[in-house]
């Protein structure tokens, strides 16, 4: 059970450029989420998938898209990178006790 | 605005202390509360939860106390170890549909040995 992975760990863009990070997990559950988080902030949710097959906008969803390819997978899609995407990026689910278990988290440099 | 926050960014303490992180929040809709210790590097990983209806659940080490007077929630490390040394961010669940969590935006604690 390896709970929830990511991919990749670290990645490094430059201005423009389109990437795709992964988000997998095995417990089953249904709902995922992507959030972004800054140095010094609090997690800032990105977008989130209630169910398998419905997306629904976060906070901050500008610059990104999402899909819920299936029960298990979440990606989240920059088209077209900007440096104020550069942070950490996690993906979570939630358990039927809303408890949010998270990834290792994508460090993302945009130069 | 309703929001979720913490009452001190950072903490320090001495190895065997014990310590108290406070959070504020200002949703009345709030029915379940949840702490999250985050390492450095590594995402955040569940602590304890309490729900709305408690106000105080204990885990190893850890307390959750929930005033709802006050909307005020903390959580209270006994005999602090140096792996205890993270940001913790309390987070809250809204009872009104959708996605309902909200983040504070986190404590961080230094364990001084």
């Known amino acids: 059970n390896a709970g929830v992975t990511q991919t990749p760990k670290f990645q490094v863009l430059k201005t423009g450029q389109s990437m795709t990070l992964q988000c997998a997990q095995d417990?089953?559950?249904?709902?995922m989420y992507w959030y972004r988080q800054d140095p010094g902030m609090g997690l800032r949710l990105i977008y989130y998938?209630?169910?398998?097959?419905?997306?629904d906008k976060g906070e901050v969803p500008n610059g990104y898209n999402v899909s819920r390819l299936n029960k298990r997978e979440f990606s989240l899609r920059l088209e077209s990178a900007a440096p104020s995407q550069t942070s950490v990026y996690f993906c979570?689910?939630?358990?039927?006790?809303?408890?949010?278990?998270f990834g290792p988290g994508t460090r993302l440099t945009v130069l | 605005g309703e929001s979720v926050g913490l009452h001190l960014p950072t903490l320090s303490v001495q190895e065997g202390d014990n310590s108290i992180i406070n959070c504020a929040y200002s949703n009345s809709a709030s029915d379940y509360f949840i702490w999250y210790k985050q390492e450095s590097g590594k995402g955040p990983q569940f602590i304890i939860d309490i729900r709305s209806n408690m106000d105080k659940r204990q885990g190893q080490r850890v307390t959750v106390l929930l005033n709802k007077t006050v909307k005020h929630l903390s959580l209270q490390i006994a005999a602090t170890q140096p792996g205890d040394s993270a940001v913790y961010f309390c987070?809250?669940?809204?009872?009104?549909?959708?996605?309902?969590?909200?983040f504070g935006a986190g404590t961080r604690l230094f364990v001084k040995a």
């Open positions: 987070a809250e669940n809204l009872n009104t549909g959708g996605f309902k969590t909200i």
């Open positions: 417990m089953n559950h249904n709902s």
């Open positions: 998938s209630a169910s398998e097959g419905t997306t």
């Open positions: 979570a689910s939630t358990s039927y006790t809303d408890t949010q278990y």
